[in-house]
Structures are given as structure tokens and as C-alpha cells.
């Protein structure tokens, strides 16, 4: 089964308010994970990434929290805007797979008016 | 710029035609992926080359060849395809570097795939 996994498969925020997308991973050696958006039709773009050596990692906007204790990780957008309705996934890189990444299952964010 | 770009963006083809897809980026990217994507679901690897050799097949079956002809260019070329192969087609690339940690790989926008 996949190693990582999104804890909602849908997530509906008001325009303006903070998302918290969480996503938990199975595998505890994992050295990297990353943020990618996926718009209808379009291909993945990457949001944000942290090592495993970092707990946080702030972008425009975003910000990736990595814990470790519990295998879990999440991706907040600030203020959130109807652009960001999208879904949303969580990749992990375990050992020995190089350049291998494990998707979770996904995430959509509807933002509402 | 991290741009990946594929051609066609749409493709339908019978099941006894021969096509191909058509990946570029001009990043000096020296790693790139195919994914094949169904509605709802996230991407599933099928190849990686590495400096232009394939160093993973994740058991594609033979009706789907990859090619990589430099380090700019990749294709896929399809064969005798099923219905079932209908999906989205991403193309990835990382910048493969030498320094052991895993490096940031970023899609194209994909070809969308019929196969009647």
C-alpha cells in the first residue's frame, strides 16, 4: 500500500481564511517530502519541499511543517484565495529509492466566496 | 525558469496505431520521468533516465517505449495500446545532481491520452 496518505480527501476554506492540509507518511527514514498542486487540467506544479533535517519551511504564502515524532506533515497557505482551489498533494522520497518519490492520494481545496 | 513543456497536449489513437509523446526542458536538467496519471489519482512513475540512460522501469508493459535522445529531449512511444491506457501522460525533471540528496522534480502539463 502507499506509504503516504492525506488524512481528508476534501477540504472547503471561506476566501481569506488560513488551509491546513495534513498528510501522514509511513515510512520513518524518509529523507525528503514535497508540496505539488495540481489544477484541472494541468500538470503538478511544486509548491514548496523540506529535508528531514528541518521541522519548517515557509514560503510565499505557505509554510511546511515536518513532524517526525509522529510521521506527519502538513502544508498551510495564508489567506487563502479562490487561485488555490486545487488539489493538493504530499510526495515523500524513502531510502534506497533515488529520485523515487511516494504521492499521498490527494487533497481538494475549494475555496468558497 | 522550470519549465517543462509536452506535445500534444491531447492525443486520441485506435489500438493498433503507433504515436509518440514529446517532453523538453532547457533547465540542463540531467534526470527525467515519465508518470501516467488517471482521474482522481495521484501520478504513478513508469521510467527515469539518468543522463540519458533509463535507470528505472517501474514494469511498464512493452506496448509503452521511452526514448531519451539527449539530455533536452524525451519521448514515449506508444504501441498497440489498450483502452485502459487512457490517462494523463506528465513528463518530470530534476536536476539529477551528484550530491546524494534527492532533488525537486517539476511536471509538464501532460498530454491527455485516449486510446478507443
Known amino acids: 500500500g502507499e506509504s503516504v496518505g492525506l488524512h481528508l480527501p476534501t477540504l472547503s476554506v471561506q476566501e481569506g481564511d488560513n488551509s491546513i492540509i495534513n498528510c501522514a507518511y509511513s515510512n520513518s527514514a524518509s529523507d525528503y517530502f514535497i508540496w505539488y498542486k495540481q489544477e484541472s487540467g494541468k500538470g503538478p506544479q511544486f509548491i514548496i519541499d523540506i529535508r528531514s533535517n528541518m521541522d519548517k519551511r515557509q514560503g510565499q504564502r505557505v509554510t511546511v511543517l515536518l513532524n517526525k515524532t509522529v510521521k506527519h506533515l502538513s502544508l498551510q497557505i495564508a489567506a487563502t484565495q479562490p487561485g488555490d482551489s486545487a488539489v493538493y498533494f504530499c510526495a515523500e522520497n524513502p531510502p534506497g529509492s533515488a529520485r523515487q518519490l511516494t504521492f499521498g492520494s490527494g487533497t481538494q481545496l475549494t475555496v468558497l466566496p | 525558469d522550470t519549465e517543462v513543456t509536452q506535445t500534444p497536449k491531447h492525443l486520441v489513437m485506435g489500438m493498433t496505431n503507433k504515436k509518440s509523446l514529446k517532453c523538453e526542458q532547457h533547465m540542463g536538467h540531467r534526470a527525467m520521468y515519465w508518470y501516467k496519471q488517471k482521474a482522481k489519482k495521484p501520478p504513478e512513475l513508469m521510467f527515469v533516465?539518468?543522463?540519458?540512460?533509463?535507470?528505472i522501469n517501474e514494469s511498464v508493459p512493452s506496448r509503452f517505449s521511452p526514448e531519451c535522445p539527449n539530455s533536452s529531449l524525451l519521448n514515449l512511444h506508444l504501441h498497440a495500446l489498450q483502452p485502459e491506457d487512457s490517462a494523463l501522460y506528465l513528463c518530470?525533471?530534476?536536476?539529477?545532481?551528484?550530491?546524494?540528496?534527492?532533488?525537486?522534480?517539476?511536471f509538464g502539463p501532460g498530454t491527455r491520452l485516449t486510446v478507443l
Open positions: 518530470a525533471s530534476s536536476q539529477s545532481s551528484q550530491t546524494g540528496f534527492t532533488d525537486t522534480q517539476y
Open positions: 533516465y539518468s543522463y540519458e540512460k533509463l535507470s
